[in-house]
């Protein structure tokens, strides 16, 4: 898999040791990953972008002053970390927080009916890929003694539901791991953060349901879900507590939704 990778101009000094804080998000590119590419721009931190889609990324290039290397990288390419790895080392950057977004649900059909190919598509993104990156990234971490991590679980990795199967298994991977390596890796200063949201009205239906738009719009008739900006505002809030405080799991809901499986809807 290539890399293409593009900078734009401008470093914005921010934090109080006036040196630039980089974030790489992942799956940059729509929903809840622009989303958070956009808050952390406009409060002057740097980014570097990954997503297999460049459109919305040369334009969140395009419209802050703070410097924004976009990558054309598909992190279900086992070389995916690397390839990210290399290009932050050869351009010298410093990684302060992985936000690693990418991930989908595809299909919502019970374990006997479900398509095989959902169940990789989501396997290999959900989990290899935030593995893939994870192991690449959390080396350069460790040896700057620094840095934090922030995976993006569900409300689907705490509970099941019907029809979640391999989608509920992925996130509850992701639920593990985030306990884990933040094990593998607070003695060296580096906090891990999951974010579990639940109900996010963004194309997150529209792809489950591969492309039905109306069974997507349906999902979220009759209360309010969250939208991308809410989750990216809690991201931004875990980023910037102080660095002595490490807020572990954050489960964000809509006020109308009180599990899962649970919403109340008025129609
Ligand atoms: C998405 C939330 O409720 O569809 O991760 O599982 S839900």
């Given at each position: 898999m290539p890399v293409t990778g593009s900078t734009a101009c401008c470093t914005t000094m921010n934090n109080s040791q006036n040196t630039p804080r980089t974030a790489l998000i992942t799956?940059?590119?729509?929903?809840i990953g622009l989303a958070t590419a956009e808050k952390f721009a406009g409060e002057g931190w740097n980014l570097v972008l990954v997503a297999r889609r460049m459109e919305k990324l040369l334009e969140v290039k395009a419209s802050y002053p703070v410097r924004v290397d976009v990558l054309n990288i598909d992190?279900?390419?086992?070389?995916a970390g690397n390839n990210i790895a290399d290009y932050i080392k050869t351009n010298g950057l410093r990684i302060d927080l992985l936000v690693n977004n990418a991930g989908l649900a595809s299909g919502l059909e019970p374990v006997h009916q479900a398509l095989v190919d959902d169940w990789e598509v989501m396997i290999d993104t959900n989990l290899k890929g935030l593995l893939y990156v994870s192991r690449a990234i959390t080396p350069l971490m460790v040896e700057q003694g620094a840095g934090h991590i922030i995976n993006l679980g569900s409300i689907a990795g705490k509970e099941a539901y019907p029809n979640g199967n391999v989608y509920n298994a992925t996130k509850f991977a992701v639920d593990g791991l985030t306990k884990a390596m933040r094990m593998d890796l607070y003695t060296f200063g580096i906090r891990v953060t999951q974010i579990a949201p639940g109900?996010?009205?963004?194309a997150f239906s529209e792809v489950r349901f591969h492309g039905d738009i109306n069974r997507a719009k349906n999902v979220y008739k009759g209360f309010k879900p969250l939208d991308a900006k809410d989750v990216a505002d809690a991201i931004w809030y875990c980023a910037n507590?102080?660095?002595?405080?490490?807020?572990?799991d954050l489960v964000i809901m809509p006020?109308?939704?009180?599990?899962?499986?649970m919403i109340h809807k008025v129609i």
């Open positions: 799956g940059a590119s729509s929903g992190v279900r390419d086992r070389n109900a996010v009205e963004t507590v102080p660095p002595h405080v490490s807020i572990h006020t109308a939704q009180a599990a899962a499986a």
